[in-house]
Antibody
Framework: QVQLQQSGPGLVEPSQSLSLTCAIS??????????WNWIRQSPSRGLEWLGR?????????DYAISMKSRMIINRDTSQNQFSLQLNSVTPEDTAVYYC?????????WGQGTLVTVSS | DILMTQSPDSLAVSLGERATINCKSS????????????LAWYQQKVGQPPKLLFY???TRESGVPDRFSGSGSGTDFTLTISSLQAEDVAVYYC?????????FGQGTKLEIK
């Protein structure tokens, strides 16, 4: 059974960068069938898919257009984890952030991290 | 982007009664090459991440009670709970995995009447 464990700060100051990590157990970040996603949830925007990373003979990243200019997803194969970096955050980025594994549908989710953007 | 619209936004049903949630996509999520609908349903309880209930619109995830059923094709889909139990109180979401950006419905809050 795949488990995803998130870590990272819950408070970020405006204009700074948000960084979260998702550690994978029960699967590999280099899987040829799964993709590794970041999704956030807020009362104003609902559930919002942010982007993903995946390996199909080489690495690919795929971002929501609205996030592309500020977002980076990295992976660390030695630690079997992937990460989210969101730059230049504003209060509108306050949300619960989830990592999720996808094989067509999202079948495993991290526990969620409430990130508040405030000074 | 594919817009997912659920109805109703909230629903109150008596214990043991049927609950029906609808989901409509702005374009078809039926992939013609394999005749599969790229539509999933999730249940989210307070303080928890979403939990997968159905994929391919009607394939029940392992462990999901059979009082839950999913149906529909193309652009119109339905999640039905045949006999509501207290533990079914949650918010339910549909989601298309046909194309990126993957999109979710706004959610339907299900309560006990």
């Amino acid at each position: 059974q795949v488990q995803l464990q998130q870590s990272g700060p819950g408070l970020v100051e405006p204009s700074q960068s948000l960084s979260l990590t998702c550690a994978i157990s029960g699967d590999s970040v280099s899987s040829n069938t799964a993709t590794w996603n970041w999704i956030r949830q807020s009362p104003s925007r609902g559930l919002e898919w942010l982007g993903r990373t995946f390996y199909r003979s080489k690495w690919y990243n795929d971002y929501a257009i609205s996030m592309k200019s500020r977002m980076i997803i990295n992976r660390d194969t030695s630690q079997n984890q992937f990460s989210l970096q969101l730059n230049s955050v504003t209060p509108e980025d306050t949300a619960v952030y989830y990592c999720a594994r996808q094989e067509f549908y999202f079948n495993s989710w991290g526990q969620g991290t409430l990130v508040t953007v405030s000074s | 982007d594919i817009l997912m619209t659920q109805s109703p936004d909230s629903l109150a049903v008596s214990l043991g009664e049927r609950a029906t949630i609808n989901c409509k996509s702005s374009q078809s999520v039926l992939y013609s090459s394999n005749n599969r609908n790229y539509l999933a349903w999730y249940q989210q309880k307070v303080g928890q991440p979403p939990k997968l209930l159905f994929y391919w619109a009607s394939t029940r995830e392992s462990g999901v009670p059979d009082r839950f059923s999913g149906s529909g094709s193309g652009t119109d889909f339905t999640l039905t709970i045949s006999s509501l139990q207290a533990e079914d109180v949650a918010v339910y979401y549909c989601q298309q995995h046909y194309s990126t950006p993957y999109t979710f419905g706004q959610g339907t809050k299900l309560e006990i009447k």
